[in-house]
């Protein structure tokens, strides 16, 4: 028997951008309404059926198949009214063929037989629905009075596929709960009503015929879920890095400038993350390889792990940037909308538009016509996608703008200093894009932003000129393939599904872009541009300025400082400036020195240390550098410095054969009497000014024979070889010759003293760990009863034990003000412990890829602190501990962290110095 549904019943529709969303949304509760039931999972296809000249649409008739997967094969006739609802009439079919069910006699055919000859019937459209279904039942049998369906929809018209999300609301006229349901997907959930799904079907077909069908993209059958494996999966373990960032940014009581800088660091952060770590998971490059063990499934699965991850960090980023514009308005820094403007603020920014930026603009038509290629995306741009209606009636045209990236993106309200309103370029753009299209209707417009791989592709083997060659590369990088596109969350279905479209048909084959790589911002795009927000000159908007202790008194040369005795030196709270610049300027300037030689990997755009390198160059002292081409987004400013020192006469060597040099070295030969005298500087960081103020690095100083012995060799190998190099250390630990051979003696030595009854420690500070051999070690040694303590910055894949068994690994990761970049390595060693510093992190990439060093701290002072600084670092309260499942809990919000407690001693050491020399100079108190 027929069902037919009350006149005036509400279905309601709301698109949702993303499966995940989707599910998400699913099992929420939903305010003020305790009666809705959990959600009940269903499978079924549906499909429409229409002559092929469209009659039944033409007479505003549905009809439709529905296969379910609990054997059940329905039909419903749905017939509009004049007065805007509709009948549907719905009836159980024998078959669940098409042709077959409408041949069939029951009361739903035969009103179709009244419209149209069944037989002339085709399938137009079928849909492969996904539902997760809610329900409130009432009445004495507890029928369903409400239902809430959240639907996963493949559209598929012969080989074409398209995926959709959708939320639907029935309920009947003038219920409470509905109301309150309808109001939460409006508000609260912050959905975009949509139309019938049968329609919005229709228009990605409709609009896309001429785009071949990708691989599958609709996530339904796969939760994005990592098995709980041995090891954690690396690029989780990066994000949940980037939550820890975020949390500066959330934290209240961090000034806000610095939390606004924390959401830029997270934005840029996650750029680098797709440009990089996901484009190298879609390519298999060696270094997602090495840290890849396949037991996460195959790599689509992990990426959709990873989208559902960066959904979820990408939510919270865009909440804490809304929350740090809503504490900056609190200063009178206002983000203003056109719409908030008043009608003179508006004058005056469309006189600058008018002015500036619309001669900026080139709008280009988005479609397929021969004529008219669908423009090239640039990358990390801002782009506008425009829907176009013609004046006079007609369909729709599509149009991109591209934001000019040479304005400001945050357009100052007034000329005024004291005011610090601003409006987004892209909202200046929009309310004028009728100066671009006069002779059109703006029906929409949003932007969206494009990101591409950075995988430069050099031939090393090969090729006979790597400057040139790695020079052509960094200026092929633009139009790398896109990994990821970003839209407005309040883009429409159909412009959304053409910019993915034109996205991934440039993508190709090559690296297929997926619906799981479009993610949805609710919010300003690209959050990069908050960090250079202008706010009020209040002290308490920043970080007091960081005054370093200058360990090395003027008076006293550093090659003097150096022969006293090891010298290790903690940046930023020790001066870099005074310390690590200074040694490389004096031995510039000393006519004793003869020969310097050092590896530079990150220099930045002004530095102190290739101005020295190329000063005593030209004073006709030897002086070799290694710099190292393929720095990742450096290459094109080394590629700079290599000319310019080349240019000083410096002898430049910038390429060995499958390796990396990463280390962080400098030697210095001065002739003192009748003999020469080396020195060294071994580091954790980069030889660069900028960074040598925002990380904490070590240096190490020192004229040890051993030690300078290991560095000359290193030396000679990297201005005297090709080849890779072979295994001659002494002291150091070098890469890739010897340090993980090296690391895995010393675990195995701790291991065999706690094996022995003897004290057994392993502390280690380093910004990743993620070598699977390393690990392997470092678990067997805490097997054998070895105690070992980890400081991770970043990505770790060690998983800890489970809560409640015997855990000898504890894992801790630190934030602050400064980016934690040291590296330190301390092994007990049956009580004569080793320490070592460098640049090495516990990853493939830096253990077998990459020359590196890590150099022994020996005198008893300089190992107190490393002591001291490793024990802090370890019992930090503030710092994140993490746990078996992946997670990071942070041990407290309160109290001073590890940076806190350093920067209070820097400046108490600081005032003692100044008290000190007051008291020196014989001034009165």
Not at 25 to 38: F, G, N, Q, T
Request: charged share 25%.
């Amino acid at each position: 028997m027929a069902d037919a549904s009350a006149p005036g019943a509400w279905p309601r529709y709301w698109g949702v951008p993303t499966a995940d969303q989707l599910r998400a949304l699913a099992v929420l509760p939903i305010p003020a309404v305790a009666a809705l039931e959990p959600p009940g999972r269903e499978l079924h296809r549906d499909l429409y059926l229409d002559t092929p000249d469209a009659v039944l649409r033409a007479r505003g008739v549905t009809c439709r198949l529905r296969i379910s997967t609990t054997g059940r094969t329905s039909i419903l006739l749905e017939i509009d009214d004049l007065d805007g609802g509709a009948r549907s009439f719905t009836t159980a079919a024998r078959s669940d063929e098409a042709l077959q069910a409408v041949g069939e006699s029951n009361s739903v055919t035969r009103r179709l037989r009244a419209i149209v000859d069944p037989s002339r019937l085709v399938v137009r459209l079928e849909l492969e629905v996904e539902r997760l279904s809610r329900v409130i039942r009432g009445g004495w049998l507890r029928r369903p009075r409400v239902r809430v369906h959240y639907d996963v929809v493949r559209v598929r018209r012969g080989e074409m596929v398209r995926c959709l999300q959708q939320v639907t609301l029935h309920a009947p006229p003038e219920s409470h709960d509905g109301d309150l349901i309808r109001g939460y997907f409006d508000g609260d959930a912050g959905l975009r009503p949509a139309e019938a799904t049968v329609r919005r079907a229709e228009l990605l077909v409709k609009w896309l015929p001429h785009i071949p069908a990708g691989p599958a993209d609709d996530p339904s059958t796969d939760t994005g879920a990592v098995p709980d494996q041995a090891m954690l999966h690396p690029e989780i373990s990066f994000l949940a890095s980037q939550a820890r960032v975020l949390a500066m940014a959330e934290d209240p009581r961090v000034p806000l400038a610095e939390r606004l800088r924390f959401i830029a660091i997270v934005a840029a952060n996650l750029d680098e993350f797709f440009m990089v770590r996901v484009a190298g998971m879609k390519v298999a490059t060696p270094e997602m390889a090495e840290e890849a063990t396949g037991e996460w499934g195959d790599p689509g699965v992990q990426l959709r792990a990873v989208a559902v991850a960066v959904r979820s960090l990408q939510s919270r980023h865009g909440a804490a940037a809304r929350a740090c514009l809503a504490a900056a308005a609190r200063w009178g820094v206002r983000l203003r909308r056109w719409d908030d403007l008043s009608e003179h603020e508006r004058v005056d920014l469309t006189t600058l538009y008018r002015e500036e930026i619309h001669p900026a603009l080139t709008p280009l038509a988005m479609t397929m016509s021969p004529g008219h290629p669908f423009p090239r995306l640039p990358h990390l741009a801002l782009s506008m996608a425009v829907m176009l209606k013609g004046s006079n009636g007609g369909g729709s045209h599509f149009a991109e703008v591209e934001i000019p990236d040479d304005l400001p993106r945050l357009v100052p309200l007034t000329s005024d200093d004291a005011s610090f309103d601003v409006v987004p370029l892209e909202e200046v753009i929009r309310a004028n894009l009728g100066r671009l299209y006069p002779d059109a209707r703006i029906a929409e417009a949003h932007c969206f932003r494009v990101t591409r791989a950075s995988v430069l592709a050099v031939d090393e083997a090969h090729g006979t000129d790597l400057l040139q060659a790695m020079d052509d590369a960094t200026r092929l990088r633009a139009g790398d393939i896109p990994v990821r596109v970003e839209v407005d969350a309040a883009m429409g279905e159909l412009l959304r599904e053409l910019v993915r479209a034109q996205v991934r048909r440039e993508a190709g084959d090559a690296m297929p872009l997926s619906a799981d790589d479009v993610y949805s911002i609710d919010g300003l795009l690209d959050l990069r541009v908050v960090g250079g927000l202008r706010l009020p000159a209040d002290p308490g908007l920043r970080y007091p300025p960081l005054h370093p202790v200058e360990p090395v008194p003027p008076a006293t040369t550093m090659f003097d400082a150096i022969a006293a005795g090891e010298l290790l030196v903690h940046h930023p709270f020790e001066s870099f400036d005074a310390t690590v610049v200074r040694f490389i300027r004096e031995a510039a300037s000393d006519p004793a020195v003869t020969t310097i030689r050092m590896t530079l990997y990150r220099v930045g755009d002004d530095s102190p240390i290739v101005d020295a390198l190329r000063s005593a160059a030209r004073k006709g002292k030897q002086v070799y550098a290694f710099v190292e081409l393929r720095a990742r987004f450096d290459e094109a400013r080394n590629v700079k410095w290599v000319r310019a020192l080349e240019k000083a006469g410096v002898h430049v060597v910038y390429g060995l054969v499958g390796l990396k040099t990463h280390a962080k070295a400098a030697l210095v030969v001065r002739r003192e009497g009748s003999r020469l005298r080396s020195y060294v500087h071994v580091g954790t960081g980069n030889y660069n000014a900028r960074t040598g103020l925002a990380y904490t690095d070590l240096s190490l100083f020192t004229s040890d024979a051993e030690i300078v012995a290991d560095i000359g060799d290193l030396f000679n190998s990297l201005t005297g070889s090709s080849d890779p190099l072979e295994r001659r250390d002494r002291r150091c630990l070098i890469a890739p010759a010897g340090m993980l051979a090296g690391l895995i003696e010393l675990i195995d030595r701790e291991a065999a003293h706690a094996r022995a009854g003897r004290p057994a420690a392993i502390r280690i500070k380093v910004n990743g760990l993620s070598d699977g051999e390393l690990i392997a070690a470092l678990e067997r040694a805490a097997a054998d009863g070895v105690r070992i303590d980890l400081v991770v910055r970043g990505i770790c894949t060690l998983r800890p034990a489970p809560e409640g068994s015997l855990n000898r690994i504890r894992v801790v990761s630190n934030t602050g003000r400064f980016l934690e970049h040291s590296r330190v390595y301390y092994f007990g060693n049956g009580g004569a412990p080793l320490y070592f510093i460098g640049s090495a992190d516990l990853r493939p990439r830096n253990i077998r890829r990459r020359v590196e060093v890590l150099a022994p701290v020996t005198s008893e002072a300089a190992q107190a602190r490393l002591d001291r600084l490793l024990y802090a670092y370890v019992d930090d309260a503030r710092g994140w501990e993490l746990h078996h499942d992946g997670s990071y809990v942070q041990r407290s919000a309160e109290g001073p962290g590890v940076q806190d407690m350093l920067l209070g001693e820097t400046s108490a050491a600081v005032v003692a110095k100044a008290k000190w020399e007051h008291a020196l100079n014989g001034s009165p108190r």
